[in-house]
């Protein structure tokens, strides 16, 4: 059999050699422009700090030049086919718009400052977006998707290694607003211009074509989960760094001995006693309230009044939104009615907690002691805690598959024998999941306890509601029982959230360290609430399929 | 689904004494409750032996009335925040008439004149929310993309919860770290003259609504039926020319619901503006200054509700009208599209 | 089968919880959660507000007036004995008594405790002069603190009405004006009434159209307080003669002094007023002129002729109980205006309208 010797062309054509490793660098080089302008914009350096001996200005400027005239190379490369690329006719509409509006701003810009044109500068910067615009679109993609590109790098790096803008430039541009700065040019020009040459050098570096614009496109996408990644880990650790120290003041941790039995031994006259090791853990900052004569203040007062606000939510909202839930997915008909319910929900669960906190001021205040109280914010978080449920369950109660209720009923069970023994406990899961992420929201939420339940700023001392007390009295029924302290529930509190929301009114100047403390045990436990719902999501979808 | 009331009989059918009893008892509560509170406790009291007597005797029946109250619960909720939010506002509309939402010129706020005027509210919210939207719907769609379409599957389990539990935090600790970090920053590094900026706001209620518009989006991208995708991979487009060609136009409706959702919360958001802010009822001048210090509608309401009373606290009523009403349209458009979504596509979500 | 995995299931969940909640419960007996090691040394404080059954005393309202009886109430709640020379020390102001702080100006009025414990609660909240007026009125606090009269602050109340208000006048705010420190250091350091209260009304917009400004031109960042606060009340009815005065020179307004503080020592462009007992190194406060007169920080404030000086008062409704009493009646005292007054900046009473205040309260048991 004669050997083939026509050449093959691959499939699809992986790693184009040369082009892919300069684009690999041009990718580089802009994504560490891009890091320098987000380390500008958090103040980790300055636009005029040095940096291997040059300022951080001029390192910008050089990485505008490299990647404007990396471009220029890469188009020349290109057309004259000295490296495998697959263009196709044109960039396209889309880059066309890009490169047309950044044409436009540029020339705007340079038109009113530069020239000083007050309202003419609409023209030349019109122009400049066509120009642009054509000059994206008409020529062969990889001289209209790269050239625009090199132009805008290239004038970027002139105007700040020329020194146009220096170290002491500023700007207005709207009167009575903000005035800006070298660093806040350099920060806004290297992220939009870092972004634009990772997006052109990764289209450029993978050949053009569809599978070039697949990988800019990626590149694009990839850095914006990355940067939200980055936002909650640094919102989050941001947090725990300045919040650790003040909320792990002054723990002490000990041993000490408990005595448990001791009796009168007679032969060495003294009492021997029993001793069992007792572990002494005190933490100020969640045990204490804020006293004049305590060394460290705390919130334990805010603690415990979310600790009550959230059983009261959930022993009020849990029942009605489960039984609504069981009623829409197991009695109801799909009608007006049902219609009419779901449309509630829903729009009970977008309505605004400011709006919950004014309806709570206008019913349930007056009719429950005219003044803030833990019952009412223990209802109007009810309220909200309500759609939640309601509609986590009802996804739950849906996901239970018919066969279990066919089975049942073919044993002649009753229907709501069927739904008290088969499906709740089967849907169980996904309610408690539902009601645990519904719980996370409401412990943070401030507008409502702020309008219903805030009391004083700085309390001293939790509301005393669990008081188990039993005594034998001296007359009928001579015995004592008290378990709920129900004076308490109507007397104002303080709230986590609305612990902190007080200790930012009351000046920030003295109690920084303890708020803080206070929003670092805010979030821990609003975050722990989600993070022990969703670990139980995901345990039980995983039972589930299993 | 079909329920079991359709294949089993239940009862014998006539309309019983014990359901015609709960749902007299439980109605007298509530009413006793809106009218005479000091009531309340007999009719409730009434209810409970009802609803004791009807589990221990007719249990079926009972449970399934019961059900039926709570379900109607959740309309009564909302019908009475509609209804109390609006009587409570009826004084300052009477006092100020249409002016209340449409006077464009100064003063506007003046308590002791009794001039309410909401026009500088509902500019401040207006512009807090365009940007916090210019925020969280591009990157939130781009985000939602690459969790259902782009991510492998170690980075789509790590990046779910992540989200999520950005969705979590609080919107008092955003408020707090956008007092503390971000206006100190404007004011020192941007010169801004006040303390407190609309874009700080917009900036931080966009960072909130974003996670909102990631979850929504990804379960309507996630929900495009697969054929659809591997009928255009096997046509020769890329991945991406799939996206933006197949899938993102099939689940429109569901990333535009998404941004809607994302809008409603950016609204409806109030601590981080209160905070934020400093809280003097003008317009920003010129009227496009995004860096100038007014009020929103929920920052007004919730630093002045301690201090109103009489005609002011019905004024704020008004302005928490307004807000209810924009969200609660928003949401029935939402709610509207994702069913349109539904049945465009044919499956369950 | 389903059922069957279920009921095994819920057998071993069940010894489970059980056994951890024995565990639980004999672990509980050996977790002490004490300030002190326990059996180390003697307890120094007492568990104090249980019972359940102690009274309560509640006040609240004006920021201004909020150092002053929080810092009593915060003395009240830890009721120091009488050798504490720090917090109580009643020898140094000729009082004669070795009891501790609250049960002595508790006992005064008939309300006893014997130890740690106070005889009654006191709790303050803070929101400012309007509200608490307001709460007082509605009967939901029994103490109004204000820093302007309660005529000014309710104007569409009746005469009738005010007069339900009894008036107790705890101390005396010279109310000073502040600005930025940049702004002082660069030259402002005294300003007349004229140039303030344009400021205020908006007709002066930028720093360098202020007199003895040096520095660059920036714009006036003028901080004021939230209608309905006393301090804003009585600033525009000293500067402008009336409370309904207006004043859209204003660009930002704060609902309390704590806050305006921060505003004010955060930014570099501030003016703003406030009140004696925030003044700091980060908030200074300029030399006002008016009708030729100077007044200086620190000296002359206190100077009837200051026009922006004001009475800061706790307001009952409807008489003062024997309770309300014995809590005024300690801020009153000359223990009271030296500890909780002055010393958190505030002027005393004259030893005149001492006496005239103390004449006010119900008599003692």
């Known amino acids: 059999m004669a050997v083939d010797s026509t050449p093959t062309n691959d499939l699809v054509q992986e790693g184009t050699g040369r082009l892919q ?29 040095l940096v291997a001996g040059q300022s951080v200005l001029t390192w910008m400027g050089l990485g505008f030049g490299v990647l404007g005239l990396g471009f220029v190379a890469v188009a020349g490369l290109s057309r004259a086919d000295l490296v495998e690329s697959t263009p196709i006719k044109s960039a396209g509409v889309g880059a066309g718009i890009v490169y047309a509006l950044i044409g436009f701003v540029v020339v705007g810009l340079v038109s009113s400052q530069t020239l000083g044109l007050q309202t003419l500068w609409v023209i030349p910067a019109i122009l400049a977006g066509g120009l642009v615009f054509l000059g994206a679109v008409y020529p062969r993609e990889d001289i209209g998707s790269t050239l625009p590109a090199a132009g805008f790098m290239v004038f970027a790096g002139t105007t700040f290694l020329t020194g146009t803008i220096g170290l002491d430039w500023t700007w207005q541009p709207i009167p009575n607003g903000a005035v800006f700065d070298a660093s806040m040019a350099l920060i806004v020009t290297g992220f939009f211009g870092g972004l634009l040459g990772a997006w052109t050098a990764a289209r450029a570096g993978n050949g ?186 009802r996804e739950s109660l849906k996901s239970v598959p018919d066969e279990y209720r066919d089975a049942s009923a073919a044993l002649g069970v009753s229907q709501w024998q ?10 169980m899961p996904g309610v408690i999941t539902g009601v645990i992420l519904g719980v996370g929201r409401i412990a943070g939420e401030t507008a409502p306890i702020l309008l219903v339940t805030g009391g004083s700023p700085f309390p001293s001392t939790g509301a005393d509601i669990f008081d188990p007390r039993f005594a034998f009295t001296g007359q009928f029924p001579w015995v004592s029982l008290n378990i709920v302290n129900v004076d308490p529930l109507l007397q104002p509190s303080s709230a986590l959230p609305y612990q902190l929301y007080a200790v930012i009114s009351a000046g920030l100047s003295e109690n920084l360290s303890f708020a803080w403390g206070t929003a670092l045990v805010l979030l821990l436990v609003v975050l722990g609430f989600y993070a022990i719902g969703i670990a139980s999501r995901a345990y039980f979808r995983r039972k589930l399929q299993a | 689904m079909s329920t079991i009331s359709d294949r089993v009989q239940i009862g014998t059918g006539r309309p019983s004494v014990v359901s015609a009893a709960l749902a007299m008892t439980i ?27 009807g589990w221990y005797a007719h249990q079926e029946e009972t449970a399934r009335s019961l059900m039926f109250v709570m379900t109607a619960s959740t309309v009564l909720i909302l019908a009475l925040i509609t209804v109390y939010l609006v009587v409570k506002s009826i004084p300052a509309f009477r006092i100020m008439g249409v002016d209340i939402v449409l006077k464009t010129n100064g003063p506007f706020w003046n308590p002791r004149e009794k001039l309410y005027a909401l026009f500088p509210m509902i500019w401040g919210t207006l512009i807090t929310t365009l940007i916090a939207i210019c925020i969280a719907a591009p990157l939130g769609v781009a985000g939602a993309l690459f969790i259902s379409e782009i991510a492998p599957r170690w980075a ?21 770290i956008g007092f503390v970090i971000i206006n100190p920053y404007m004011m020192n590094e941007l010169s801004v003259s006040t303390f407190g900026s609309l874009i700080a706001v917009g900036i931080v209620i966009g960072v909130m609504a974003l996670p909102t518009v990631v979850s929504v989006a990804e379960d309507a991208i996630a929900s495009v039926p697969g054929p659809m995708k591997d009928g255009s991979l096997a046509l020769g487009a890329t991945n991406w020319q799939t996206m933006t060609d197949v899938t993102i136009p099939a689940a429109f409706s569901g990333v535009t619901a998404a941004v809607l959702l994302g809008v409603g919360r950016a609204i409806g958001e109030t601590m981080a503006a209160t905070v934020i802010l400093g809280h003097a009822q003008v317009l920003p001048e010129p009227l496009y200054n995004v860096f100038g210090n007014t009020e929103t509608l929920t920052s007004l309401i919730a630093s002045q509700y301690g201090i109103a009373s009489g005609s002011q606290l019905s004024a704020l009523f008004a302005a928490g009208v307004v807000l209810f009403v924009t969200v609660l349209v928003i949401s029935i458009a939402s709610q509207r599209i994702e069913a349109r979504m539904k049945q465009k596509l044919g499956g369950e979500v | 089968m389903y059922t069957q995995v279920m009921s095994d299931r819920t057998v071993r969940r069940r010894t489970l919880l059980t056994g951890a909640a024995t565990l639980a419960a004999s672990v509980a007996g050996c977790i002490s959660t004490s300030p002190t090691k326990p059996g180390s040394q003697p307890q120094t404080t007492s568990d104090g507000g249980d019972g359940g059954d102690t009274q309560l005393l509640k006040a609240g309202g004006s920021s201004t007036v909020y150092p002053i009886t929080n810092k009593a109430s915060s003395y009240w709640g830890a009721n120091p004995p009488a050798d504490d020379e720090e917090y109580w020390g009643p020898s140094q102001f000729g009082i004669e008594t070795d009891e501790r702080l609250a049960n002595y100006w508790g006992g005064i009025y008939g309300f006893e405790s014997s130890d740690a414990t106070p005889p009654f609660n006191v709790t303050v909240n803070l929101s400012h002069s309007g509200t608490g007026l307001e709460n007082l009125k509605a009967g939901r606090i029994d103490i109004g603190n204000s820093s302007a009269p309660v005529s ?50 908006g007709d002066i917009t930028d720093w360098t159209d202020v007199p003895n400004y040096g520095g660059p031109s920036k714009q006036i960042q003028c901080v004021g307080r939230a209608e309905g606060s006393g301090t804003d009340t009585a600033f525009r009815v000293n500067l402008f003669g009336s409370p309904d005065a207006p004043m859209p020179g204003v660009d930002v307004r704060k609902g309390q002094n704590q806050q305006v503080n921060q505003i004010v020592s955060s930014s570099d462009n501030a003016i703003a007023y406030m009140a004696l007992a925030f003044v700091s190194d980060s908030t200074p406060a300029i030399t006002l002129q008016f009708k030729g007169k100077e007044f200086v920080p620190g000296e002359n404030l206190s100077d009837p002729d200051y026009p922006l000086s004001r009475d800061l008062h706790s307001y009952t409704y409807e008489g003062t109980s024997k309770l309300e009493a014995a809590f005024i009646n300690m801020i009153l005292s000359d223990y009271g205006q030296e500890v909780f007054v002055k010393a958190v900046g505030y002027a005393a009473l004259t030893d005149e309208r001492q006496q005239e205040e103390r004449a006010k309260l119900p008599d003692q048991v």
Not at chain 1, 21 to 40: D, H, K, P
Not at chain 1, 276 to 294: H, K, Q, R, S
Not at chain 1, 303 to 322: E, K, Q, R, S
Not at chain 3, 163 to 178: E, L, M, R, Y
């Open chain 1, 21 to 49: 490793t300069i684009g690999y660098v041009l990718q580089a080089v802009a994504l560490l422009v891009l890091v320098a302008s987000f380390a500008l914009l958090f103040e980790v350096v300055d636009a005029q700090s």
């Open chain 2, 156 to 176: 789509r389990e790590l990046l779910k919860p992540a989200v999520e539990m950005l969705a979590g935090i609080p919107s008092i600790v955003y408020g707090f």
């Open chain 1, 418 to 427: 069927t739904i008290k023994s088969v499906v709740l406990p089967a849907a």
């Open chain 2, 27 to 53: 109605a007298a509560t509530v009413l006793a409750f809106l009218v005479v509170p000091g009531l309340t406790v007999y009719p409730l009291v009434a209810f409970m032996v009802v609803a004791a007597y």
């Open chain 1, 208 to 393: 053009f074509g569809s599978r070039g614009r697949q990988s800019g496109a990626y590149l694009l996408v990839s850095v914006n989960a990355v940067a939200m990644a980055a936002l909650l880990f640094a919102l989050v650790t941001f947090v725990a760094v300045r919040g650790w120290a003040p909320m792990t003041r002054g723990i002490k941790t000990g041993i000490f001995w408990e005595p448990v039995y001791w009796f009168y031994f007679q032969p060495i006259q003294e009492y021997v006693i029993f001793q069992i090791p007792g572990l002494w853990f005190y933490w100020p900052f969640t045990m204490e309230g804020a006293a004049l004569m305590n060394d460290i203040n705390g919130v334990a007062p805010a603690i415990i009044g979310t600790f009550w606000l959230v059983v009261g939510a959930i022993l009020f909202a849990v029942p009605l939104g489960v039984g609504a839930a069981v009623f829409l997915t197991e009695y109801a008909e799909q009608g007006r009615f049902t219609q009419l319910v779901e449309i509630s929900t829903n729009g009970l669960w977008s309505t605004p907690s400011i709006v919950y906190g004014l309806f709570g001021l206008a019913l349930l205040v007056p009719r429950l002691g005219n003044s803030n109280s833990i019952l009412t914010g223990m209802l109007v978080l009810g309220f909200m805690l309500l759609p939640l449920v309601v509609i986590t369950s």
């Open chain 3, 152 to 201: 000014a602050e309710l104007p569409e109340a009746s005469e009738e009405e005010l007069s339900k208000f009894t008036n107790h006048v705890v101390g005396v705010d010279a109310q000073p004006i502040v600005v930025s420190q940049e702004i002082y250091e660069a030259g402002v350091t005294k300003m007349t009434g004229d140039t303030l209260k344009a400021i205020y009304r």
